[in-house]
């Protein structure tokens, strides 16, 4: 009875039970904490939020959809672009005498939108349509024209289940501009304040060319300078947007200064040799870049005929170039200034499908040997060019030597890139996934989705902060029981010893 009592005072707990207790809960703990991390890193089925913005360029319109993680609104998340339509028949500039057809030709992409869109997202979903050099060289020329334009689409817009947020037309300088934006945003480089890449854009009646240069604070033409601050970081864009320099109009301007004498014969370097059509004055006298040089006694139609010569081709490209006045320190051409160039470029929209075509997008290969397999292009008979490629748009084929040589011409004589900077340009269509153009960068300004400071970052992921909690309480735990079985444990053997 005493020696029971003398055990029980020196083991006042059933050791073994309260041994077991611990460990019960000790086991219990980590399976809560396993599961809890195991459960918050499960990937959830992601929700997104959308944004769309229809492109109205001279040529066509094309619209994008881009979508972006629903959490993140927070300017963190990233936006790509989840489906693009190409709508039908020609730009909705070339509706400006029958305008309800400009509204009209948008319907099938727009219900496309409609079936690519969740439901339950859609009217919180932005809609913009921004319209390039097509509409700035209507509204020059005919600006009510323009507005019916501008009402026809509009009307379409109001009447889908979107936000919309309406219907402009761009100013080069934001075209520009924008088009950088989306290069360097889909790149990476604005976040993490990376050197930036210049955005060259090549379209139907505009060409655009935007780039930071060490040598451009504004000051000497402030025409061409664009200030961003994006993520915490100043930039100084350089930008500048020729009008009627796009390729469409360019084959115009080449074309009328071979017609200038009003021949009813154009024998053009620029078109292969078997190449004969007979074409319109009014037609190609019809836009504004060229309207007011068409010859006054002009036939009404002329045989436009092929010649197949790059180096003629050159000449009559290099006509449309004026490199002699500059007022400023240095000059691209036309008068405008252009700091050095710097830095690599990306060139996209119709630099990237004439080039892909031609199979000059390497730029690796030496400048002369893209010049030397253009023309070899050109000097190819028409009917052998057709046979060679006899899936491909007619149109788009006949043009693809004038096109090649107004891209090199361009580059070189225009924008002073020489055999040793080409290779600094990428010709790039897209940009893991999203295509390069100016309509993502506009999204992503008129919905502040760039902000101008860098977001303050978590210093750890979600997962990893859950491993670490996960970790450090496992540890924790097993100390506990650590120090738990060198208290009792001896008492539990001298327990066995006394009895
Ligand atoms: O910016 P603007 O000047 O308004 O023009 P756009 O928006 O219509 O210009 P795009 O980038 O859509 O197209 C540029 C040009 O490339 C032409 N184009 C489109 N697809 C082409 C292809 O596969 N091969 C050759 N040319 C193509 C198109 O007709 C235009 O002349």
Redesign the pocket.
């Known amino acids: 009875m005493s020696a029971q009592r003398e055990m029980k005072e020196k083991n006042p707990w059933p050791t073994p039970v309260t041994i077991i207790i611990i460990i019960v809960i000790g086991v219990i703990a980590i399976v809560a904490l396993v599961t809890v991390a195991v459960l918050q890193n499960k990937s959830v089925p992601q929700k997104y939020k959308y944004g769309i913005v229809l492109?109205a360029?001279?040529?066509?319109t094309?619209l994008y959809i881009y979508q972006w993680p629903a959490e993140k609104d927070n300017n963190t998340g990233r936006v790509e672009q989840t489906h693009s339509c190409k709508v039908k028949g020609k730009?909705i500039s070339s509706y400006a005498s029958e305008p309800w057809k400009a509204g009209e030709s948008l319907k099938e992409c727009m219900g496309e939108a409609e079936n690519t869109v969740p439901k339950e997202r859609a009217h919180e979903t932005p809609l913009y349509l921004g319209a390039?050099?097509?509409m700035r060289l209507l509204d020059i020329v005919n600006s009510s024209a323009s507005k019916n334009v501008f009402q026809a689409v509009e009307k379409a817009l109001q009447n889908s289940p979107f936000s919309y947020q309406g219907a402009r037309i761009l100013s080069g300088q934001e075209?520009g501009a924008f088009g950088w934006v989306t290069v360097n945003y889909l790149d990476d480089r604005l976040k993490q304040g990376l050197k930036t890449t210049g955005a060259l854009?090549?379209?139907?009646?505009?060409?655009q060319i935007s780039f930071i240069s060490d040598n451009f604070d504004g000051s000497e033409s402030p025409i061409n300078s664009v200030n961003f601050r994006l993520y915490g970081n100043d930039y100084n864009l350089y930008t500048h947007s020729f009008l009627c320099y796009?390729?469409?109009q360019v084959l115009k301007m080449v074309l009328a200064n071979q017609t200038q004498s009003g021949a009813t014969t154009v024998l053009d370097p620029c078109f292969h040799s078997g190449y004969n059509e007979t074409k319109n004055y009014s037609v190609l006298y019809d836009s504004p870049c060229v309207s007011g040089r068409k010859p006054q006694e002009a036939p009404e139609k002329f045989d436009h005929i092929g010649k197949g010569n790059f180096q003629e081709c050159q000449k009559a490209v290099k006509s449309v170039f004026n490199f002699t006045f500059c007022k400023h320190s240095r000059c691209s051409f036309n008068g405008v200034f252009q700091p050095p160039l710097q830095g690599p470029f990306g060139a996209f929209?119709?630099y990237y499908?004439?080039m892909n075509?031609l199979n000059l997008t390497d730029t690796s290969m030496p400048l002369e040997t893209v010049k030397q397999k253009l023309s070899q292009y050109c000097g190819t008979s028409w009917d052998k060019i057709k046979r060679q490629h006899p899936t491909v748009?007619v149109k788009?084929l006949a043009?693809?030597c004038f096109?090649g040589t107004y891209i090199l011409t361009l580059l070189t004589e225009g924008y002073d890139f020489t055999a040793e900077t080409y290779s600094n340009i990428k010709f790039i269509k897209k940009i893991k996934g999203s295509d390069a153009?100016w309509t993502l960068g506009y999204m992503l300004n008129l919905t502040n989705m760039i902000p101008a400071e860098a977001p303050d970052s978590p210093p750890l992921p979600h997962a990893g902060y859950v491993s670490i909690v996960t970790l450090m309480t496992i540890l924790l735990i097993g100390l506990l029981l650590f120090v738990a079985l060198r208290i009792f444990w001896p008492r539990c053997s001298k327990k066995t010893q006394i009895v």
């Open positions: 492109d360029g001279s040529s066509h094309a730009g390039t050099a097509g075209e854009d090549l379209g139907g009646a505009s060409t796009g390729k469409d929209s119709a499908f004439v075509f748009n788009y043009e693809y096109s153009g």
